[in-house]
Structures are given as C-alpha cells and as structure tokens.
C-alpha cells in the first residue's frame, strides 16, 4: 500500500510549477486568517496510473476528526487516521472519461479536451468541463467512468492556530443519534507538520 508520503514525492517538479499560482493565491487567502491551513489531496486513478496523478488545494478553517467507539484513541490516533491513504471504489475519472470519448470527439473539441487534460488540478478540469458545458450549444456526450482511486490528504500550509472538531455524534443500531463522550488524551505539544501529516 503507497503512503501519503510516497504519492507526494511522486509528484514531479512541472506539477508543481502549473500549480504554483493555484498555491500562492490560496496562500494570500491564508495569510487573512490564522485559523487557515491549505490541504493538498492527492489521487491516484487505478487506470490512469501513478503518472497521471491528480491534485487539488483545500482552503481549511478546521480539522474535523472522526471518533470510532469500539477503542479509546489518542488525538494523534485520530489525526493518523484522517490522513492515512484510502481506497475509494466508486470515483468519477475525469481523465478517464475524455479519453474514453476522445475518438468521438470533433476537432474543436478534441483540442479543447486536450487542454483539459494538460490542467494538473482536478478542480481546473471541472471547471473548464463546466465552462464548455455553459456555452455550448451542444454539450458533448461524455460517459462519466467511475473508476477505484487511492486518496491521500496532506498538509501543506499550517494553519497559525489550528482548531480541532471531533465528530463525537453516531447513530446506534436503533438509528437514534448518541453521543461518543469517550475522552480522548492528548499531548502538551502537538507535531502537525507537512512532514508529520
Ligand atoms: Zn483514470
């Protein structure tokens, strides 16, 4: 299984470079709030492989941390968990599906697709897509593959103070919401470093 760690090193220098602007505005943003981290998600499609990976940049206020009951659990256990890799089976591949519809494509839109495809960020692709959706009078018939993908979250920017919500609401066997009160221990000093999470 690859780690948060290794995904993020596999990110090349290019990458980096066409993301830079997307970063440094977000960091602007940062700079207003101090409860503010940005948060780097990372996936791999199972199909398109790890040299296709996909990046996008979230602007966080809070880090929200789910609290299972079956075993007492440490602040760092939760925070662990929320930023350990995970396998999701059902994703819309946006890469996936142009290129699967790419030879049905008209010129115009193939170049169009084209540069699509050359965005590294997810949320650039979606909103090119939306884009063309919105001024075109004939949308193109794209088939959305969901396909299984790896997800790893990181952090990139620490927030100045960070503030912590742990979900300790669940819904039992009956259906009926209860709460965890569960304490959960926590450190004097808390590592919460790029390089830690
Ligand atoms: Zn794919």
């Not at 220098?13 to 993301?19: A, F, I, N, P, Y």
């Not at 602007?21 to 960091?27: C, D, E, F, H, Q």
């Not at 207003?32 to 940049?57: D, F, T, W």
């Not at 996936?96 to 049905?104: G, N, R």
């Amino acid at each position: 299984m690859k780690t948060a760690k290794s995904l993020s090193q596999s990110i090349n220098d290019d990458d980096l470079v066409k993301c830079g602007k997307r970063v440094n505005k977000t960091n602007r943003l940062v700079g207003q709030n101090p409860c503010a981290g940005v948060y780097e998600s990372v996936i791999e499609c199972y199909v398109c492989g790890p040299k296709h990976l996909r990046h996008s940049y979230q602007l966080e206020y809070s880090v929200s941390l789910s609290l299972p009951s079956h075993k007492q659990y440490s602040l760092e256990d939760l925070l662990s968990n929320h930023f350990k890799s995970e396998v999701i089976q059902e994703y819309t591949c946006l890469r996936c599906s142009i290129l699967q519809y790419m030879p049905k494509a008209q010129p115009r839109e193939k170049q169009f697709l084209n540069s699509v495809l050359s965005q590294c960020c997810e949320f650039d692709k979606e909103s090119l897509l939306r884009t063309w959706y919105h001024i075109s009078e004939e949308p193109m018939a794209i088939h959305f593959q969901n396909r299984k993908i790896l997800k790893s979250t990181k952090v990139l920017k620490r927030p100045k103070t960070l503030v912590i919500h742990i979900q300790r609401s669940t819904i039992n066997q009956f259906g009926d919401p209860v709460l965890n009160n569960q304490f959960v221990p926590y450190p004097e000093l808390l590592n919460f470093s790029s390089k830690q999470y």
